[in-house]
C-alpha cells in the first residue's frame, strides 16, 4: 500500500519496501510496548503523535525549512552544542538509533564485535532507511569512543561529515581545547549557514536549549514522586523525542504535560500498583526504537524512576549560564556547561560515580541496572567503579551487556526478575 510520504522518501534515495518494512515492525512494538500500558497521560497522545510522523510530517518539516534556506545539522552526541546551531539560523537532530535493521549491511564494514548503536547508524545509512540521515547538510561527529571515532571515517564516504574533538580528562589544558574546538564548530556552522552568529541570537539559542533542559528538569521531579505517576518507559520517549521534534513546540508540549502530571502528583495517583520496585537505569544511552529493558523491567515487578544516560539525565541536568551579553562570554558559559558531561569516554570520571549514587539516594531507588551494550568498552569497563560507588552507598545494582536484538529477552527477564525480588 503506498504512503501518502512515498514521493518526499524517494526523493531522499530511501529503499521505499525496505522503509516500510521498517515502519511497519516499528508501529507493531510501539503497540505492544506503549500502547499496552494501562493509566497513560492524556499528553503522552501528542508523543504517540509524533512517533507515528517521525518520518513523516517532521521530515517534511525539514524538507520545508531547507528549501527556505535553513540547513539540517545532524549529530550523535550530546557534545555537540545545540546552541551554536540554533544561534547560527540551523536546525540540529540526533541520528542515534536503536534499531538492528541494517545490521547485516553494515557488518561488511565494520567489525562484527562492533556497539549495536554504531552499526545501527552506520547500517540506516547503507539501508537506505533513515530520512534524517539523508535530510541532512552536515553530519557531526566527535571523538568519544573508539569506535564512533573510526566508524566516522567510513561514514564520511557516503555523507558529509565534520568531527569534533572531545576531551579526554578534564585538566585546564583539556577545557582549552574544548573550547578551541567549539569555536572550530562555530566557524564551521556559520560557513555552512551562511550566517555570522551574534550575541543576540546565541542568547535566544542558550535560553531556548535551556527551556527544554528546564522542562525535563520538571518531568524528572515530578517523575519522581510516590505513587510513580508516569512510567519510565513514556519518560524515556519524552526523552528520545526531544532529540527530533522542534523544540519550541516539544517545550510547550512537554510543559502541558507537566501540568498534568502536577494534578496527578497532587491527588496522589500512581500507575503502579503498591510494592512495585522503584529502580533507576544508568548506562549508555537508548536511542529509538531502543526500548527493550525499560520494557522487560517494567513487566517484572518494578518501574524506572530515572535514567542517568544521555537519553536521560546526562543530557539535561545542566544548564548553560544565562546573562551572558558578548559572543565570547557566552561561548566560555557553553564550554563550561558541556565539560560538565560525565560521559564513561572521560578518565579518571569521577563525577558520573558522585551523580550516580546521588540520583539513587534521591530517587530513593531499590537498586540501579547498570546497562551497557554489548562491545562498548567505556561503559561496560565503568560499571565496576559504578557497582562499587553504589555498593558502599548500600545501593544494589545488576550489571547489564546486550544489544538490539529479541534473543536474550527471556534471559535478561530471569534475571532482572531475581534482581527485583533481591531487592524487595
Ligand atoms: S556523551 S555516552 S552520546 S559518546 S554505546 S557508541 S560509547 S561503544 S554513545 Fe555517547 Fe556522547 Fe558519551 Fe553520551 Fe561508543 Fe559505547 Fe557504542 Fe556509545
Not at 14 to 31: C, M, P, Q, R, T
Not at 276 to 281: A, G, I, K, W
Request: proline share 4%.
Amino acid at each position: 500500500m503506498s504512503n501518502p510520504y512515498d514521493a518526499m522518501w524517494e526523493k531522499l534515495n530511501l529503499d521505499l519496501e525496505a522503509h516500510a518494512g521498517l515502519l511497519e515492525v516499528l508501529g507493531k512494538f510501539y503497540g505492544d510496548i506503549y500502547m499496552s500500558q494501562q493509566g497513560r497521560l492524556r499528553g503522552m497522545e501528542y508523543l504517540d503523535f509524533v512517533l507515528s510522523e517521525v518520518h513523516g510530517l517532521r521530515i517534511k518539516e525539514l524538507q520545508d525549512a531547507k528549501a527556505s534556506g535553513k540547513k539540517v545539522i545532524g549529530t550523535f552526541c550530546i557534545f555537540v552544542p545545540e546552541e551554536i546551531v540554533l544561534a547560527a539560523g540551523g536546525i540540529q537532530v540526533g541520528l542515534c538509533a536503536g534499531a538492528e535493521i541494517g545490521k547485516d549491511e553494515a557488518e561488511k564494514v565494520l567489525p562484527r564485535n562492533t556497539c549495536a548503536l554504531i552499526k545501527s547508524f552506520v547500517g540506516f545509512k547503507l539501508s537506505r532507511l533513515c530520512p534524517f540521515i539523508e535530510s541532512c547538510d552536515l553530519i557531526v561527529g566527535e571523538t568519544t569512543c573508539d569506535g564512533k571515532k573510526k566508524a566516522y571515517e567510513i561514514f564520511s564516504d557516503y555523507s558529509p561529515v565534520y568531527v569534533m574533538e572531545i576531551p579526554q580528562m578534564k585538566n585546564a589544558c583539556d577545557r582549552d581545547l574544548w573550547k578551541s574546538e567549539v569555536l572550530r564548530f562555530k566557524s564551521k556552522v556559520e560557513e555552512i549557514t551562511g550566517n555570522k552568529i551574534t550575541a543576540a541570537a546565541l542568547r535566544d539559542a542558550i535560553h531556548l536549549v535551556n527551556e527544554r533542559r528546564r522542562v525535563l528538569q520538571r518531568l524528572n521531579r515530578l517523575r519522581a514522586a510516590v505513587p510513580t505517576p508516569i512510567s519510565g518507559r513514556d519518560v524515556l520517549l519524552i526523552n528520545q523525542i526531544s532529540f527530533y521534534d522542534d523544540p519550541v513546540r516539544f517545550t510547550s508540549k512537554i510543559g502541558e504535560l507537566c501540568d498534568e502530571l502536577e494534578e496527578r502528583v497532587k491527588s496522589g495517583e500512581g500507575i503502579v500498583p503498591e510494592g512495585t520496585v522503584r529502580l533507576m537505569l544508568s548506562g549508555c544511552p537508548m536511542a529509538v526504537p531502543n526500548w527493550k529493558l525499560p520494557y522487560i523491567v517494567e513487566s517484572s515487578g518494578a518501574v524506572v524512576v530515572g535514567e542517568e544516560s544521555c537519553i536521560g539525565t546526562r543530557n539535561t541536568r545542566d544548564l548553560v549560564e544565562e546573562g551572558g551579553s558578548t559572543v565570547d562570554g557566552m561561548v566560555d558559559a557553553i564550554v563550561d556547561r558541556y565539560m560538565r558531561i560525565d560521559c564513561a569516554c572521560f578518565t579518571p570520571n569521577t563525577e558520573r560515580m558522585e551523580n550516580i549514587v546521588d540520583m539513587a539516594r534521591e530517587l530513593e531507588v531499590k537498586g540501579v541496572i547498570h546497562y551497557a551494550l554489548s562491545f562498548c568498552q567505556p561503559y561496560s569497563m565503568e560499571a565496576y567503579k559504578v557497582e562499587k560507588a553504589l555498593s558502599n552507598a548500600g545501593i544494589p545494582m545488576l550489571a547489564i551487556e546486550t544489544d538490539y536484538s529479541m534473543e536474550d529477552v527471556e534471559q535478561l527477564k530471569t534475571r532482572v526478575e531475581a534482581f527485583v525480588e533481591m531487592t524487595r
